[in-house]
């Protein structure tokens, strides 16, 4: 019977991903057996379509703070141990020329996602990497310290380790449908409650509809009791059923924990730069200056024109009014609906429209020196199936670098 057996392989890695074509890569050059199993037809599909397809592979500026989900120290041992510059002196040696945008976001300087993915499969065809696409691992098991995956097709991949690089929930039209989290629990592994994150935000309030395409600028502070949970600064975009853009995204994995049986509220500062008190005197002077004007129209020259009539409306305020004839206290209320805008989140939007997947495999049962199971030896961890998440601007791919970098060298030690 044994003489049947397939080869066995060193290492095998199910998903082709960014971590795990990492992994596949540091394990590779420590001259190990690498088998890298994809179940979509190309590699890297989720990097392909980052940074609207022109792949912020890194950030200049990453810190634990940045991430959500985890143990800070947990992410801080990963990271340190691969980190933004060595990823960008690893992109660079396999030939990339990189660029840094604002806010430190770095990206390949021919702006194409698809230049970092096939720099990647050529580092993996160099190194002898055995790669199969299309094709799924639908079963695996570990026998007699052994692990015995069985794809779709009948194939069975047996390997001294396995790397579960499979990714989370989010984006299932990329591959990442969260297939990993049943053979977890079945090696005895926990995870934690999952949720959408940089997911839009729907939001009770029907008006969004009439402002949808508006983008601005604000603050948005995510509240549950008028106790904060989360605040972002940067752009927002209305929709038909909410809010997107960065700054709203970033809040839903946040928001997601809170949603089934709580009242989440954001609010929209317009003005964060400006206190309440200074605001209000600035907002006089130009009433002063342009009495004769109906109040849409001079409010539209502080905010959004499309936005000034909704919000007089709300307030109960005629926006033919001349702004002249605007009371004490409706020059306040008008102050004090800039800077905050007050939407009822009702749900975040679906994994499928989500970024990323808030919550994972529960870091206590994982060693965070190397990012092996502690309760399945032999078997590593990557990537967005832990219990990490991170900011938009490329947080979530150096997560994806740093624990395929860690997970590839530590399996290749004994």
């Given amino acids: 019977m044994e003489n049947n057996l397939p080869k066995i392989h060193d290492v095998a890695i199910i998903g082709g991903g960014a971590s795990g074509m990492m992994a596949a890569i540091i394990a590779a050059r420590q001259n190990k057996s690498v088998i890298l199993i994809e179940k979509n037809a190309e590699l890297g599909r989720k990097i392909l379509a980052t940074g609207n397809g022109r792949c912020n592979l890194t950030n200049k500026f990453i810190e634990s703070s940045r991430y959500h989900g985890g143990h800070p120290k947990f992410i801080e041992s990963v990271l340190a141990q691969f980190d933004q510059f060595e ?18 976001r770095i990206f390949p300087r021919s702006d ?15 190194n002898h990497v055995e790669i199969i696409l299309n094709n799924q691992a639908r079963k695996i098991e570990k026998l007699s310290n052994i692990f015995h995956t069985t794809l779709a097709n009948g194939q069975k991949i047996i390997s001294h380790k396995l790397i579960l690089s499979t990714g989370g929930q989010a984006a299932e039209h990329l591959g990442t449908s969260g297939d990993a989290y049943f053979w977890l629990k079945n090696f005895g592994h926990s ?15 029907t008006w969004v509809k009439e402002v949808q395409g508006l983008k601005i600028e604000a603050k948005i502070t995510a509240t549950v009791n008028n106790e904060k949970i989360y605040e972002k600064t940067g752009d ?10 960065p700054a709203a995204m970033a809040q839903a994995g946040a928001i997601g924990q809170y949603l089934s049986n709580q009242e989440v509220k954001i609010h929209l500062d317009l003005f964060p730069e400006e206190q309440l008190p200074n605001l209000n005197i600035k907002f ?31 307030l109960g305020i005629n926006p033919d009014k001349k702004a002249a004839e605007i009371s004490k206290d409706d020059r306040k209320k008008i102050v004090e609906k800039i800077k905050n805008i007050e939407l009822t989140i009702v749900k975040t939007r679906p994994f499928r429209e989500a970024q990323v997947t808030h919550g994972g495999a529960i870091l206590d049962q994982i060693n965070p020196k190397t990012l092996e199971s502690k309760i399945v030896p032999g078997l590593y961890l990557t990537g967005e199936l832990l219990d990490v998440d991170g900011d938009s601007g490329g947080f979530n791919l150096q997560w994806a670098w740093s624990s395929g970098y860690l997970a590839g060298q530590s399996c290749s030690k004994i």
């Fill in 87 to 104: 990823t960008m002196n690893f992109f660079e040696n396999l030939g990339l020329i990189l660029k840094e945008e604002n806010l430190g």
């Fill in 112 to 126: 194409q996602a698809s230049s970092v993915v096939n720099a990647l499969i050529h580092e993996l065809e160099t």
């Fill in 191 to 205: 995870t934690t409650d999952l949720y959408p994150a940089l997911a839009p935000l729907e939001t009770k309030e």
């Fill in 236 to 245: 927002a975009l209305f929709t038909h059923f909410g809010v997107s853009g």
């Fill in 284 to 314: 006089i002077k130009i009433i002063e200056t342009s009495g004769a004007k109906q109040i849409k129209n001079v409010l539209a020259g502080i905010i959004p024109s499309n936005l000034s009539p909704l919000i007089l409306d709300q």
